[in-house]
């Protein structure tokens, strides 16, 4: 039998005690209890200790019991701060009255009647105040300590005190434990690791080597790392530079103008509703040029559109907004570049006024990308989406006709996703003249728009999109680095 050091040094120690408490043998061993009860345990598997494991439960006061500690129970306190009687009216100026009337009245220490509090004689402690008087004296109350334990039950229905529950460990030896001890334990220092002079001399073979138990799994080491949706966002970005895209950004926080007029959204029409939005106070002057972006939705401007006919007005695109889409930054884009080829793109955070559920949240992520070439058509649109979604592992894609008010045609991407089937992920389209014309864009804008939290949550094997964004550490933890790659 090879006893670990530990466990010897418990039986030479218990070898003149017999039988003693964890607490106590800790401090003998000059180690933590939870030490001593693992190399009780080691050494109870082998019959040379036994371990008994005691459960105690006790009564301590909660805070705001403590707060009436040494004072008495609140409605002795009060019962106590007048004479016979007094007007109830003056009672309720004592700070704990709310507490205390109700109490005095239940135990009928009081009547009151025409405004008046009066006495009643039968002022007794009960049992809830004998075992308060108890605890105020002793900090705690130990569980049968109290013959009828109702008091105890009293104060701990009314939040004052709390039950707590103390484990304890005997560790006695046992006559195999004796026997062993008497036949002499070699108590001398095992060896961890060796040294060079030990190996070269032949130290070692003479050293007590400490055992190790090559079949037992280590405890498990969790290394700092990003976040599992933080990495697929960066994998995102970098199948989009790999693709030749360039990275755009801009402030969460934008104008209607640039969130929705320049995108040819009506003004007075439930498109502009199609989106919920956080509207807010704060105004931003329109770009120069606005008018002809004005012009386009008033009546189609130099082209041939009609436009959306009324009063555009000026006031309602300087009402700032939380962006609810990141394609507003791709207009401003464009705006700022308008010689091809563009091709750019960014991931954001964008906000809606959605009733949130397990696949829908006010804020979420958007994948937005642009590419603006002479020529370009809606056979690349299709074949980048195609291209992006199979380097991110969706291997099926299709597309269906879809409708927003700045592209034409439009249409909305799906994957298939094994046991959901085809899962819808996004908008695009190649943007209508009315939007590119007012703005001196001369080339065909190929544009999509794609929520990429509903991706992640396809790829981390999620249910509820919510999961992304708590900080559940455990699930950080398990989630592999290389994981999540369907
Ligand atoms: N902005 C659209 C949305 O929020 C997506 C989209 C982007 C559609 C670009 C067409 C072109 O869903």
């Known amino acids: 039998m090879e006893l670990t050091l530990n466990e010897k040094r418990l039986l030479v120690v218990l070898g003149t005690m017999g039988s003693a408490d964890a607490a106590v043998l800790a401090e003998k061993m000059d180690t933590r ?266 009546h189609g401007g130099e082209t041939s559109s009609t436009g959306w006919g009324g009063t555009w007005s000026a006031e309602k695109a300087e009402q700032c907004v939380l962006r609810t889409h990141t394609t507003g930054l791709s207009i401003q884009h464009l705006t700022q570049h308008p010689n091809p080829p563009v091709k750019a793109f960014c991931i954001g955070r964008v906000y809606r006024r959605e009733a949130i559920d397990p696949t829908h949240l006010a804020e979420f992520e958007q994948l937005e990308g642009i590419v603006m070439d002479e020529d370009v058509n809606l056979r690349h649109l299709l074949g980048f989406l195609k291209e992006f979604y199979a380097k991110m592992g969706f291997e099926k894609v299709r597309f269906r006709p879809g409708y927003f008010p700045y592209t034409e045609p439009s249409v909305e991407p799906e994957v298939y996703v094994d046991g959901l089937g085809w899962v819808e992920l996004g908008g695009s389209g190649i943007f209508r003249q009315e939007v590119t014309e007012p703005l001196g864009i001369e080339h065909p804008v190929l544009a999509w728009g794609l929520g990429i939290s509903r991706v992640a949550m396809l790829r981390l094997g999620l249910r509820d999109l919510r999961h992304l964004y708590r900080s559940d550490i455990e699930w950080i933890r398990e989630t592999p680095v290389y994981g999540g790659r369907r």
């Open 33 to 298: 209890r939870e030490a001593v009860v693992q190399y009780a345990n080691l050494a109870g598997d082998r019959g040379l200790v036994d371990v008994e494991k005691h459960v105690a439960r006790r009564y301590v006061p909660t805070e705001e019991g403590r707060a009436y500690m040494g004072k008495g129970l609140p409605e002795r306190q009060v019962l106590e701060s007048f004479e016979e009687s007094i007007p109830m009216r003056d009672l309720q100026g004592h700070p704990l009255a709310k507490i205390a009337i109700g109490w005095m009245r239940k135990k009928g220490w009081i009547a009151i009647t025409g405004g008046v509090v009066t006495k009643t004689g039968k002022t007794a402690p009960g049992p809830d105040e004998a075992a308060f008087a108890r605890l105020a004296e002793s900090g705690e109350i130990a569980d049968g300590e109290i013959a009828d334990g109702e008091g105890v039950a009293d104060l701990a229905k009314r939040g004052l005190v709390e039950e707590e529950e103390t484990v304890a460990y005997t560790v006695s030896i046992t006559a195999r434990g004796r026997e062993l001890l008497s036949q002499g334990l070699d108590l001398r220092e095992e060896a961890g690791t060796l040294t060079r002079e030990q190996i070269l001399s032949g130290e070692w073979k003479s050293l007590p080597l400490r055992r190790y138990d090559v079949t037992k799994l280590p405890k498990r080491a969790y290394p700092g790392k990003t976040h599992p949706y933080q990495r697929i966002i960066d994998e995102m970005r970098r199948i989009l530079f790999d693709m030749g895209f360039e990275e755009m950004s801009g402030g969460i926080v934008q104008s209607s103008f640039w969130n929705f007029d320049a995108l040819f959204q009506p003004q007075d029409h439930p498109a502009r509703e199609m989106q919920d939005t956080f509207f807010l106070g704060e105004r931003r002057p329109l770009p120069k040029g606005y008018e002809r972006v004005r012009d386009m939705h008033e």
